[in-house]
Nanobody, 126 residues
Framework: QVQLAESGGGLVQPGGSLSLSCAAS????????MAWFRQAPGKEREFVAG????????FYGDSVKGRFTIARDNAKNTVTLTMNSLNAEDTAVYYC???????????????????WGQGTQVTVSS
């Protein structure tokens, strides 16, 4: 059974930085695809970033390109999302998702991953 444990959310001031972590278990980590999505109140779920662990290809949503970075730690079966230059529009619940296979970008973007974490709140406010 796949389990995803997210951590690192919280309150940060505009312009600040925050890192989220997603520790995965129960899946072949190095052959999987993992991604972050977010959902703000009253808005649809939005793709943030994804990583195809087999070839280390990384993908980003348009609204976070150049500000967010997704990275892997194979030793810890963990994917991190480092978020810089945060603004109020980044406020949302952030979800980690995983699929135990390599996926094409369109499928990742569409959220076609089997396992999802509980979510962690990120609030950007002064």
């Amino acid at each position: 059974q796949v389990q995803l444990a997210e951590s690192g959310g919280g309150l940060v001031q505009p312009g600040g930085s925050l890192s989220l972590s997603c520790a995965a278990s129960g899946l072949p980590f190095t052959r999987s695809t993992m991604a972050w999505f977010r959902q703000a109140p009253g808005k649809e779920r939005e793709f943030v970033a994804g990583i195809r662990l087999r070839d280390n290809n990384k993908f980003y949503g348009d609204s976070v390109k150049g500000r967010f970075t997704i990275a892997r730690d194979n030793a810890k079966n963990t994917v991190t999302l480092t978020m810089n230059s945060l603004n109020a529009e980044d406020t949302a619940v952030y979800y980690c998702a995983a699929e135990p296979r390599s996926m094409i970008l369109s499928a990742i973007w569409a959220g076609q991953l089997d396992s999802w974490g509980q979510g962690t709140q990120v609030t950007v406010s002064s």
